[in-house]
C-alpha cells in the first residue's frame, strides 16, 4: 500500500507543494478547514459578483515564479491587470503610474488555486486540530475528533499560528513558527448602481484607515454590471477595530473612501466585510521552509518569505523540494 503525504491547507503554497510532489511520483492527500481552496487567495461568490477580497494581484520577481505564471497565464488561468494607478498622501489623492508587471487570476483571483487542485484528494471542512505519530507514520486528528492516516510525512502549509498549534511534535519547529506574529487586514466589498465617478482603478493609500483600494471590475474577466470595489484597511487600523460589528466596519471604510475621493459618495447598493484574522506576517523572515526532515514534517506559507503570494509559491515549492530529496 502507497503511504500518502498529508498536506494541510490548500492555499497557494500547499497547493504548490502538493502539485510539485504528484509531478515526482507520490500520493498526497490534502486537508482544508474551508469549504474550498485558495486561502488568502480566494474570491467571494456575492450578489455582485466574484469579489477577491484577499489577495488583490500579485507580482513576480524570482525566475522560477515568473516562469510558473507565465504557465497560467497560457492555460488561461492568470492575465495582466493594468489598472489607472494612484496614490493618496496627506489629502492628495495623484495618478501614480508605473511600469510594475501585475497578474490577477481570471476571472476571478480563485481561479489559480481551482485549477492547480484540479482532481487532486482533498478534504475541506476539516480542521486538523493535531499531528501526532503513530508506530511508523503520522496521522491527524480533525476538530470533530475524525482520525485521518496513515500518511509518510506531513506538509503543513497554512498561516503561523495555526502552524504552531499544529507542531507538539516538534517542538523546535513550533518555537521557530511562534516567533512570527501576522497581522489583520479588514476588507469590505461595495458595489453601486452608477459608476463612481473617478478614473481611478487601484490606489496605494497613507494616513488614513484605508491601505489599498481597487476597482474589481476593472480587472480582466469580471462581471461589469455593477461598480465594484475592494477597500483594505491598514493592519494598524484593522488591529485596533478587530471586534467592530461588519455593519460598523463597512460604514467607517466608505466613509474614509468618500473623504478621499473628496466627494459625497452614494449608498452602495451591496456591502460586504471580511476580517482576515492573519493578513500578512508583521515582519520579514528568510526561512524558506521549516523542515525536521528526520521527523518528516515540514512548514512552509507565505511568512516563511516575502508575506506575498510569491513568497507563498516560493516556499510550497521549497518544501517540496527538501522532501523530495530526503526520499533519494
Ligand atoms: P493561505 O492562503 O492562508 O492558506 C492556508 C490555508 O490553510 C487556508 O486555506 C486555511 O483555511 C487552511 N488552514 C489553516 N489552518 C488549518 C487547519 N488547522 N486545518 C486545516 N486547514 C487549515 N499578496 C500579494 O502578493 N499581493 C497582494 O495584493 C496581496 N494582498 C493581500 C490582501 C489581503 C487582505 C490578504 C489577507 C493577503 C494579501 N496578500 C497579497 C498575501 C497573499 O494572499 C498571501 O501571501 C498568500 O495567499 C498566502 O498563501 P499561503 O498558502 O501561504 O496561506
Ligand atoms: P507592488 O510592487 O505593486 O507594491 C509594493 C509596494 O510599493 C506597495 O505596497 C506600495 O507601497 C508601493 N507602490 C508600488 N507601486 C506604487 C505606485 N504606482 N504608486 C505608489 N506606491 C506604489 O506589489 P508587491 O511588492 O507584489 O506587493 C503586494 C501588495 O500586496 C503590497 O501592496 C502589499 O501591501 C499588499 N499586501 C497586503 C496584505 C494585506 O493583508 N492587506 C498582505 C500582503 C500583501
Not at 491598514?234 to 474614509?256: C, F, N, Q, R
Request: with cysteine; net charge neutral; hydrophobic share 40%.
Amino acid at each position: 500500500m502507497t503511504v500518502p503525504i498529508a498536506i494541510i491547507g490548500t492555499g497557494i503554497a500547499g497547493l504548490c507543494a502538493a502539485r510539485a510532489l504528484q509531478d515526482a511520483g507520490h500520493a498526497v492527500k490534502l486537508f482544508d478547514k474551508s469549504r474550498g481552496s485558495g486561502g488568502r487567495m480566494s474570491s467571494k461568490r456575492s450578489d455582485a459578483g466574484a469579489l477577491d477580497m484577499g489577495a488583490q494581484y500579485f507580482t513576480a520577481r524570482d525566475r522560477r515564479f515568473v516562469n510558473e505564471v507565465q504557465r497560467w497565464q497560457s492555460n488561461g488561468w492568470a492575465e495582466q491587470w493594468k489598472p489607472q494607478l494612484y496614490n493618496f498622501k496627506s489629502g492628495q489623492l495623484t495618478p501614480s503610474p508605473d511600469e510594475q508587471i501585475r497578474w490577477v487570476g481570471t476571472p476571478r483571483m480563485s481561479a489559480i488555486t481551482r485549477a492547480l487542485l484540479d482532481d487532486l484528494p482533498v478534504e475541506f471542512g476539516c480542521r486538523i486540530t493535531e499531528v501526532f505519530q503513530g508506530k511508523q507514520h503520522w496521522n491527524l486528528l480533525d476538530a470533530d475528533g475524525g482520525n485521518h492516516g496513515p500518511f509518510s510525512h506531513v506538509v503543513i502549509a497554512t498561516p503561523a499560528a495555526q502552524a504552531t498549534a499544529l507542531l507538539a511534535a516538534a517542538p523546535k519547529l513550533a518555537s521557530a513558527a511562534a516567533g512570527v506574529k501576522m497581522d489583520p487586514t479588514w476588507a469590505i466589498a461595495l458595489a453601486f448602481d452608477q459608476p463612481l465617478d473617478t478614473p481611478m482603478e487601484g490606489c496605494f493609500v497613507q494616513d488614513s484607515p484605508l491601505d489599498w483600494l481597487a476597482r474589481n471590475r476593472s480587472k480582466p474577466g469580471r462581471d461589469t454590471t455593477l461598480d465594484t470595489w475592494v477597500l483594505h484597511a491598514t493592519s494598524a487600523w484593522s488591529k485596533a477595530h478587530l471586534d467592530l460589528p461588519k455593519e460598523a466596519v463597512i460604514e467607517h471604510l466608505h466613509g474614509a473612501f468618500a473623504e478621499l475621493l473628496h466627494s459625497a459618495m452614494p449608498a452602495p447598493s451591496f456591502s460586504l466585510a471580511h476580517r482576515w484574522l492573519y493578513a500578512r506576517p508583521s515582519s520579514a523572515h528568510e526561512f524558506g521552509v521549516l523542515a525536521d526532515a528526520d521527523l518528516g514534517l515540514y512548514v512552509c506559507g507565505d511568512w516563511c518569505l516575502s508575506g506575498r503570494v510569491e513568497g507563498a509559491w516560493l516556499s510550497g515549492q521549497e518544501a517540496a523540494r527538501r522532501l523530495i530529496e530526503h526520499l533519494q
